[in-house]
């Protein structure tokens, strides 16, 4: 049996649109299939959609708690939500909106309380602004979380995925490793040459190459991330052993000991 080595993991990318929420996903599927009780956040979502009752919906925080069954408050897992399809900061100045990280951190305190390990989803780049001139990178500085980066498969991508190492490094937020996304099924020499020089130069460990597919999140998607990303060094990073005299059997994609432990408290 494996406990989580974080209380959280921040998701982030080196640009917008590069499919952190398929990597996020993964994640929560990932670790469920691991025993854990798995919580996810998008602290911030700009691009909702708005229903005909006034309800905003965000695609991305519906695939996120999809993905791991959740039932957590959708105001915990995702406190702020703007229509307009910006960054965060202008989508809430847009909206006479004040987005307080204090309250951020409060909601991602809920879900660890009632999870084993809570998957934050960050938005656009690791520099993207949140509020003011605080980025997603300060975010997971505040939380206290490590970070995976999102990169594109192609050419330029090692530049933009080392700035992004760098950019977390200068901010005290520990890399554990990066994904390259959308790989295609025949490579060209940049794209099967990336990784290993990203690794050569950050010392960040090389996660998985997530194939392009026609529709990310659908029916599957969950079965080409498990198969794509590399298990060993997914283990390896988030979780750790526990030992053997404290393990107790548990069904793969059953809730974890902590949550089960807190979740009536929680509700509270």
């Keep these: 049996m494996a406990r989580a080595r ?61 993905a791991a069954c959740s039932s957590d408050p959708v105001e915990w897992v995702n406190p702020y939500c703007f229509t307009a399809p910006v960054a965060p900061a202008l989508a809430a100045e847009l909206e006479g909106v004040s987005v307080d990280m204090e309250r951020i951190s409060h909601c991602y305190g809920r879900l660890c309380s009632r999870h084993d390990l809570t998957v934050v989803e960050g938005a656009g780049g690791a520099l993207t602004p949140v509020v003011g001139t605080l980025s997603v990178a300060d975010l997971a500085q505040r939380l206290r979380i490590p970070a995976l980066i999102v990169s594109r498969a192609g050419l330029g991508t090692i530049n ?16 554990l490793g990066f994904f390259l996304n959308r790989f295609p099924p025949s490579p060209d020499l940049a794209e099967r040459t990336n990784a290993d020089r990203i690794a050569a130069i950050t010392n960040a460990v090389h996660l998985g190459s997530i194939p392009e597919l026609a529709d990310p999140l ?11 990303s590399e298990g060993e060094s997914l283990r390896r990073v988030l979780l750790r052993a526990e030992p053997e005299a404290n393990t107790r059997l548990q069904a793969p994609g059953q809730p974890g000991e902590k949550g089960r432990r807190s979740r009536e408290a929680a509700k509270s």
Excluded at 49 to 54: F, I, K, L, T, V
Excluded at 219 to 227: K, P, Q, T, W
């Design 6 to 66: 974080y209380r959280g993991v921040m998701v982030t990318g080196t640009d917008t649109e590069v499919g952190k929420t398929v990597v996020a996903a993964g994640l929560a599927r990932f670790l469920r299939r691991q025993g854990l009780d798995v919580g996810v956040m998008k602290p911030v979502a700009s691009g909702a959609e708005e229903s005909a009752a006034g309800a905003r919906e965000s695609a991305d925080v519906a695939a996120l708690m999809k």
């Design 160 to 175: 933009h995925t080392v700035m992004t190492f760098e950019c977390l490094r200068s901010r005290g937020v520990e890399c």
């Design 218 to 228: 659908g029916s599957g998607f969950a079965e080409h991330f498990l198969r794509s």
